[in-house]
């Protein structure tokens, strides 16, 4: 096939030339008619002068001083004629196979091999090859299923002289040729383009092809000088190339019209189903040859990097790959140039027709003169305005390249709309959050993108009102939007608009930038969650410590009164009641310090399978209308816990189910060892590794999810007035927070409710639970007894006399010091409360340690003995006792000091 360069530029300068004759003839009268025929004379120069330097191939240099230069077919001169173009033909691939070079190629010795080389080429006589299945004229099998194309002679050319046989796999995949290379199973691939990812496991030759990548379009096309002339055409695309991605860098705007193989672009193209084509120049002369494409042109080069193909061997066969270069290297550019031009039919002459020059040259002597005097008139003033729009051209194409680059290298969202909500632009960005990659979005609205991508109607219906209201409202608006976006996934934007002036004042575009602050907003609300339970938690806490100086000095007032009364006095059982209330008062100065910091009391290891089975065994006796089922992992998990407070975790879930179920059901109780990694804790700030879970479930009315989201806040109940507290949820997250581990709820309307607690395995071997026997044990010995709570002081001092010991009180830490440094010698065990004020109870036990070191200090408080007291118990205090504590409790830990019992 020659190129149709000549007929269309001989139509173009005819065109050219009664369009000026026409034009001048309407100088006078229009100025617009004179610059469009400079414009349209500089595109046709310019196309004579990039055709010249774009079609002749560099690897034909040694054609350069024939009058025609070529991909032919054939090393035999084709015959000419007086006919003013040589007629192109397009043999068949039989024809080609039956074509035998009679060129002489090289040697071994013209390869001057390395020792490895020579080794490996003696050890090896045969390698296995394959390509692509269909890639003419390259690499293709033939009517008679024989493997055929340059590839295949150019490997021919080089194995044969190297004595290697070649075992051929044909018609396989693409996909499976290049899988079956990294496997091992395949040697070398004939025809191959070089990547990066490509690269990672194949040795790529020196190219053997190159060819430049042109235009194409149909004859009768309208002129196209390059690539720019493609903006807003429709231009046939093959998906996942590189040229749409060009021109999209070069801020060159085409409709793109997908095709599924080079032959159907262009057939597209052919058919008028699309303007233009961007192919390489070989494959696209063969395509068109073989199909009868008559109607079909290059219309214009381009100005990108040409198409190269290379023979690639796997990496770890680096002498094959180094002797196939030497090989390319030698082999003689006659024999190269014979491979080409034996499937090649490009052909370009530079000549035209002498009869057909004198001609034209006559005419435009003709037209010409009759012109000459009007266009010099007008020339100089032609020129600056062309000047001048070309200028403006290129810095508007250069703006739109930096607008482009600027919104792209963003991580936010950025979309420009017009007053009707067309989109004029959006980044990569925005395009990605939406899946929508390969849409067509320019100059559309969103609900016709919608219609394309259904799942996003919803979305988009939002998106177009926020937008018309942002219009309305002119100027610039800024606020969060809750985005729905594809597969069920929520995020919240905060989102300002702006509406962009012309220089008359009127609405010209909207402009929307967006940022993601969807894991910002979830931190921002974990953060005032815990700092809401922690100040909570912080005065609950104080409160708590208050209650139970008071149950201490009730409690211990009610011991000393029990002490003095026989059992069958009428009082007894009174004050045994008494103390019961002081019992159920503890249990719930108890939860509210589960709200504060260090909320724990005696921590010890635990078998949770008989805890959990002791607690919900109890807890079925009373409620039998619900039935209690259980599945326990085995061996049962080990935690360190407080015992008294997790089955008071436990208790709280218990009623919550059951208050669930007003008509019975079913509590399941379940629990396992599992894993946790990173990703899991780190929203909960607590460590990976190996942790116990206990699932309690119901099948309750169950919550929704704004009600998940609350129920364990302090105060927070769904009960009516009188009915609830709202603490046993919120103490029961902040004990299990105290033990390092966490609570999670899941729950659905009508579907029940599912607790799940996870907790830090344990190493330590379990503690058996036993009761033993309490009773009162005296002594004689002198105990100093410090608080700043005189009614602490007074009923302290009672039942130490009451147990034979000779107390000595303090109030408070000062006084302490003094009595001690007075008195120190005859003192054998020092009670020293936590929170004082003034000298506290660290400050005190330091000064203590100073005067008398060896005297042992237990401390007392009605917090826990997690936080303060157990620093303090680390540096050397002896033991600890929570208050409210009875009479017997007392007398044990004090005589456990005084004996120095373990």
Same mark, same amino acid.
């Given at each position: 096939m ?17 369009? %000026? ?56 001169? !084709? ?86 046989? +070649? ?5 396989i995949p ?10 091992g ?44 002339d ?10 996942k ?78 002498? %094959? ?11 003689? /550019? ?22 057909d ?32 729009r ?11 390249l ?12 950025v ?23 390969? $849409? ?23 998106? &177009?009102? !926020? ?10 608006s ?19 608009? !702006? ?35 922690e ?24 011991? +000393?009164?029990?002490?003095?009364? &026989? ?17 159920? $008062? ?9 709200? $504060?910091q ?18 919900s ?67 909960y ?14 099948t ?13 806040? #302090?105060?927070?109940?769904t009960?009516e ?7 046993g949820?919120?103490? $029961?997250y ?18 029940g ?30 105990? %100093?007894?410090?608080?700043?709570? &005189?009614?602490?002081? &007074? ?22 010091i ?6 120190? /010698? ?7 409360d ?9 400050? !005190?036990?330091e ?5 008398? #070191?060896e005297?042992?200090v ?44 373990p």
């Amino acid at each position: 096939m020659k190129y149709r360069y000549e007929k269309s530029i001989l139509k173009k300068i005819i065109s050219l030339y009664i369009f %000026l004759y026409t034009a001048i003839l309407l100088a006078f009268f229009s100025s617009h008619a004179i610059t469009a025929v400079a414009e349209e004379s500089d595109k046709i120069s310019l196309e004579l002068v990039e055709i010249q330097e774009k079609i002749v191939p560099e690897s034909d240099e040694i054609n350069k001083n024939n009058n025609s230069q070529s991909f032919g077919k054939s090393e035999k001169s !084709t015959s000419q004629s007086d006919e003013k173009y040589e007629k192109n033909t397009s043999p068949s691939v039989e024809k080609h196979n039956k074509r035998d070079s009679n060129i002489i190629t090289f040697t071994l010795e013209d390869l001057d091999l390395s020792p490895s080389e020579n080794e490996w080429l003696h050890n090896n006589k045969t390698i296995t090859v394959s390509g692509p299945r269909s890639f003419p004229p390259f690499y293709f099998l033939s009517n008679k299923n024989e493997l055929s194309g340059i590839s295949v002679d150019f490997l021919h050319a080089i194995m044969k002289p190297l004595g290697i046989k +070649l075992i051929i796999r044909k018609n396989i995949p693409w996909q499976e040729v290049l899988e079956e290379t990294k496997a091992g199973n395949i040697d070398l691939v004939a025809c191959i383009a070089k990547t990066r990812e490509r690269e990672s496991f194949l040795r790529f030759s020196k190219p053997f092809l190159s060819f430049p990548l042109v235009i194409i379009t149909r004859v009768d096309a309208p002129f196209t000088g390059g690539i720019f002339d493609l903006a807003g055409k429709k231009v046939t695309t093959i998906k996942k190339t590189i040229t749409s991605e060009w021109l999209r860098r070069d801020g060159i705007d085409i409709i793109p019209h997908y095709a599924a193989s080079p032959l159907d672009g262009l057939k597209a193209v052919s058919f008028g189903e699309a303007h233009a084509q961007i192919e390489n120049l070989a494959a696209a002369t063969y395509l068109i040859a073989e199909n009868g494409l008559t109607n079909l042109k290059v219309a214009a080069p381009t100005p990108y990097e040409n198409y190269n193909l290379h023979i690639a061997v796997r990496k770890d066969l680096e002498e %094959l790959g180094a002797i196939i270069d030497k090989a390319i290297n030698v082999m003689p /550019d006659v024999q190269q140039t014979e491979i080409r031009n034996k499937w090649l039919s490009v052909r370009y002459e530079y000549g035209i027709s002498t009869t057909d020059i004198i001609k034209w040259v006559l005419m435009t002597v003709i037209f010409s003169g009759s012109i000459l005097t009007v266009v010099l008139i007008w020339n100089k003033k032609l020129q600056k305005e062309i000047k001048e729009r070309k200028e403006s051209d290129a810095a508007l194409r250069e703006s739109g390249l930096r607008l482009r680059t600027l919104i792209n290298s963003m991580t936010d969202i950025v979309c420009f709309k017009d007053g009707d909500g067309r989109w004029l632009e959006v980044n990569d960005v925005y395009l990605k959050l939406f899946d929508l990659e390969s $849409a067509d979005f320019r100059g559309r609205k969103n609900s016709e993108i919608a219609m394309d991508y259904p799942v996003l109607k919803d979305t988009f219906r939002v998106c &177009e009102k !926020t937008d018309a209201a942002a219009w309305q409202a002119g100027g610039i608006s800024r606020g969060n939007e809750v985005i729905q976006l594809p597969g069920d996934n929520t995020k919240i934007f905060d989102v300002v608009k !702006t509406v962009t002036f012309d220089n008359k004042g009127n609405r010209k575009s909207l402009v929307l930038v967006g940022r993601d602050i969807t894991e910002k907003t979830k931190m921002e609300q974990q953060l005032q969650h815990s700092q809401r339970f922690e100040a909570i938690g912080t005065l609950a806490g104080g409160i708590a410590h208050d209650f139970n100086n008071l149950l201490m000095a009730i409690k211990g007032r009610s011991s +000393l009164i029990l002490m003095e009364l &026989e059992a069958y006095s009428p009082h007894w059982k009174h004050l045994k009641a008494i103390e019961e209330y002081i019992r159920n $008062a503890t249990d719930l100065t108890r939860q509210l310090i589960g709200l $504060a910091q260090g909320g724990k009391y005696e921590i010890k290891p635990i078998y949770l399978n008989n805890l959990v089975q002791e607690s919900s065994s109890m807890f079925g006796r009373t409620k039998k209308e619900i039935s209690i089922k259980t599945g326990f992992c085995s061996p049962s998990p080990v935690v360190e816990v407080d015992v008294n407070q997790l089955k008071q975790v436990l208790l709280n879930i218990y009623i919550n189910a059951w208050q669930a179920m007003p008509n019975g059901g079913d509590l399941i109780i379940e629990t396992r060892i599992i894993t946790l990694d990173t990703l899991f804790c780190t929203p909960y700030k607590i460590l990976p590794g190996k942790y116990a879970t206990l699932s309690i479930s119901d099948t309750g009315t169950g919550m929704n999810k704004s009600i998940c989201e609350r129920i364990f806040d #302090p105060f927070f109940t769904t009960k009516e007035k009188g009915r609830g507290t709202g603490l046993g949820l919120a103490s $029961a997250y902040g004990i299990i927070r105290n033990h390092s581990g966490i609570i999670t709820v899941y729950s659905e309307e009508g579907k029940g409710s599912t607790f799940n607690i996870y907790l830090p395995l344990s190493n330590m071997e379990a503690v058996n639970e036993h009761n033993e026997e309490t009773r009162v044990i005296k002594g004689c010995e002198t105990i %100093l007894m410090i608080d700043d709570e &005189e009614m602490i002081l &007074e009923v302290g001092e009672a039942l130490l006399e009451k147990l034979g010991y000779k107390v000595i009180i303090a109030e408070g830490g000062e006084d302490a010091i003094d009595i001690l440094k007075s008195k120190g /010698d005859v003192i054998d065990l020092i009670i020293l409360d936590l929170i004082m004020p003034g000298m506290d109870g660290r400050e !005190t036990f330091e000064n203590i340690s100073k005067i008398r #070191p060896e005297i042992p200090v237990m401390l007392s408080s009605g917090y826990s003995v997690q936080g303060q007291a157990s620093d303090l118990m680390e540096k050397g205090c002896k033991d600890f006792i929570q208050k409210p504590f009875d009479i017997s409790e007392l007398s044990g830990k004090i005589r456990k000091l005084l004996d120095n019992l373990p």
